[in-house]
Nanobody, 124 residues
Framework: QVGLVESGGGLVQAGGSLRLSCAAS????????MGWFRQAPGKEREFVAA????????YYADSVKGRFTISRDSAKNTVYLQMNSLKPEDTAVYYC?????????????????WGQGTQVTVSS
C-alpha cells in the first residue's frame, strides 16, 4: 500500500522560508512523477511543482518559479519542496502526490496517490 506523508508546514512571516518533506513508501517510484499541489480555502487545487523520480527533471508553476525548489532523495524515498521568499498568497494546504509519468504532470488527474496535506500559513 502506497503511503505519502507530508511534514514541515507551519506559520512563517512574509519573506521567510520553509522546507516541506514527503516521505514515500509502499512501492518503487521509478517511472513516476512526484508532485506538490496546494489548495487555499475556496479555491481549486493547483499545481506547484513536480519532479520525475528517475531523471530528476523538474517542473514549476509560474507563480513559484525562482522561489521554490523541488528535489528528491532516492535513498530516503523522500521528496522536498524548499520554499523561499514566501508571500501571503502562498498560504494553503500543501499536498504531495505520486503518479505515473505522463502528459498530465501539471494536473491533479495525473496523480494516483495523495498525502494528507500540511498547512502553510504566511503572515504579512
Amino acid at each position: 500500500q502506497v503511503g505519502l506523508v507530508e511534514s514541515g508546514g507551519g506559520l512563517v512571516q512574509a519573506g521567510g522560508s520553509l522546507r516541506l518533506s514527503c516521505a514515500a513508501s509502499g512501492r518503487t517510484f521509478s517511472g513516476y512523477a512526484m508532485g506538490w499541489f496546494r489548495q487555499a480555502p475556496g479555491k481549486e487545487r493547483e499545481f506547484v511543482a513536480a519532479i520525475t523520480w528517475s531523471g530528476g527533471n523538474t517542473y514549476y508553476a509560474d507563480s513559484v518559479k525562482g522561489r521554490f525548489t523541488i528535489s528528491r532523495d532516492s535513498a530516503k524515498n523522500t521528496v522536498y519542496l524548499q520554499m523561499n521568499s514566501l508571500k501571503p498568497e502562498d498560504t494553503a494546504v500543501y499536498y504531495c502526490a505520486a503518479g505515473r509519468l505522463g502528459v498530465f504532470i501539471r494536473l491533479p488527474r495525473g496523480y494516483e496517490y495523495w498525502g494528507q496535506g500540511t498547512q502553510v500559513t504566511v503572515s504579512s
